[in-house]
């Protein structure tokens, strides 16, 4: 059974679970990742490595904003797109909202949303940036992603880093000869080797310093990227260290080259093993939220009922509330955010995580009132409903209890099984 079979097998698992609607959602997404064999790679460093310098670059292009003062505050994405036939159109980007709302802007206008100065921590609440460009190196269906710095005062800048190298299949992990690797970086570095298919490591501003300095440089950092990546001798003979100015376009063209010879050669394989590593993740999460769940199947009932009722009483006020339409804002926002108020007050009261397919849709300010109260009168019944099927509120068969306890046990077992199969899958590759 290759990866894809394994993913396949995995989904059908967990859709026999209302407990695993997450988890089925997130193996779909992996699915179409193979299917599609589009590969992402993530810029992903120490704030002021020089990561939206190398992009540019990269592409040949000033594309984003760049400055003396950490910059980037939103995951931005880059892809492939033709050369438009007039130059009258100003070029535009898609931004999307945390909310489910996505507004085209001019590229040109980017630095309103992406950059720290102008949305300080993110107060806009920008989930993500997408750009085009026609930079022949994206040209083979390659995304490229600039990420906020890691380490700065800025919190939720390492978050999102952290979140979206979940999401990569390759990773270029940017470093730089102005100091010295830090334990910022060494903890970052420990946890995203989990998820990348591949890692480039660049060492930046390389124009700073002399040749000695920078062989000295590159040994202590290779020896300690090695320990860090807990590689054994053949894997730690395949590391390299690029060195690289981007600012003076030294050293970027055997990146570039790189890379490119990596997705003509090992497209398949990077892509493989980031996917096997991916699912890996999820079936030791939703093994950790089962444990949970049997906790909660535990509490004493005078406990789960206080939680229970404290639950029903949050929908129903927020049923309540609906006669009341929001003002100033568009109805699917508001619907987005109600399922993020719900998914957050299922894990406080049950500790399990609750699915909710969250729209992106900038033509949704043409909902009305009353198709508005229709889909969140449909969210709020359908979470009661799952909530007690789930947890078989007041359930008195005794048999039914035991059948779910005894389903659970199997959808385990089978999950250890596919998790060794990964992890022979990924020993060979």
């Known amino acids: 059974m290759n990866i894809l079979e394994t993913t396949i097998k995995a989904k059908e698992l ?3 679970f209302e407990l695993c609607r997450l988890q089925e959602q997130e193996t779909q997404k992996l699915i179409d990742r193979l299917e599609n064999k589009k590969i992402t790679i993530a810029v992903i460093g120490q704030f002021k490595r020089g990561k939206t310098t190398l992009i540019n670059t990269i592409l040949g292009e000033k594309l984003l904003p760049v400055g003396i003062v950490p910059i980037t505050a939103a995951i931005t994405r880059i892809e492939y797109a033709e050369p438009k036939e007039t130059f009258d159109t100003p070029s535009m980007a898609t931004v999307y909202f945390t909310n489910g709302l996505s507004q085209q802007v001019p590229a040109a206008d980017l630095h309103m949303y992406i950059s720290e100065q102008e949305n300080r921590d993110n107060e ?8 085009q ?10 995304t490229l992603v600039d990420t906020p710095g890691v380490g700065s005062v800025h919190e939720n800048n390492s978050k999102s880093a952290m979140d979206f190298a979940r999401e990569s299949d390759g990773v270029i992990f940017m470093i730089s000869v102005d100091s010295p690797l830090n334990q910022i970086e060494v903890d970052f570095l420990r946890k995203v080797r989990r998820f990348a298919g591949k890692f480039y490591f660049v060492v930046n501003k390389i124009d700073r310093v002399d040749e000695e300095e920078l062989d000295e440089y590159l040994d202590y950092c290779r020896d300690l990227i090695v320990a860090i990546m807990e590689l054994d001798e053949e894997e730690a003979e395949a590391i390299r260290l690029l060195p690289v100015s981007a600012r003076k376009d030294i050293g970027v063209t055997e990146l570039t080259g790189m890379i490119r010879e990596d997705l003509i050669t090992r497209g ?5 093993r980031s996917v096997g590593l991916k699912l890996l993740e999820i079936l030791n999460n939703t093994r950790s939220q089962i444990a949970s769940y049997r906790e909660v199947l535990k509490m004493a009932p005078n406990v789960f009922n206080r939680r229970f009722r404290e639950m029903q009483t949050l929908m129903e006020e927020q049923r309540q509330q609906l006669e009341l339409l929001p003002e100033g804002q568009y109805l699917q926002a508001r619907i987005n955010e109600e399922k993020a108020l719900l998914t957050r007050k299922v894990r406080e009261l049950f500790g399990i995580e609750y699915y909710y397919y969250v729209d992106r849709d900038d033509a949704a300010e043409r909902m009305d009132a009353e198709e508005y109260r229709a889909e969140m009168t449909s969210v709020y019944d359908e979470l009661e409903t799952t909530i007690n099927s789930i947890f078989m509120y007041k359930e008195q ?6 059948r779910r306890i005894e389903d ?6 089978q999950m250890r099984k596919l998790t060794r199969q990964i992890e022979r899958e990924l020993a060979v590759r």
């Not at 398949?268 to 493989?272: D, N, P, R, S, V």
Request: aromatic letters at 8%; proline letters at 0%; a negative charge.
């Open 408 to 413: 659970l046990n199997i959808l385990m077992q």
């Open 397 to 402: 068969n005794a048999y039914a209890v035991a």
């Open 268 to 272: 398949a394989e990077i892509m493989e």
């Open 124 to 131: 806009r609440g920008v989930a993500e940036v997408e750009l």
């Open 133 to 142: 460009t026609n930079a022949d190196f994206l040209k083979d269906g390659l």
């Open 14 to 16: 967990f859709s026999g």
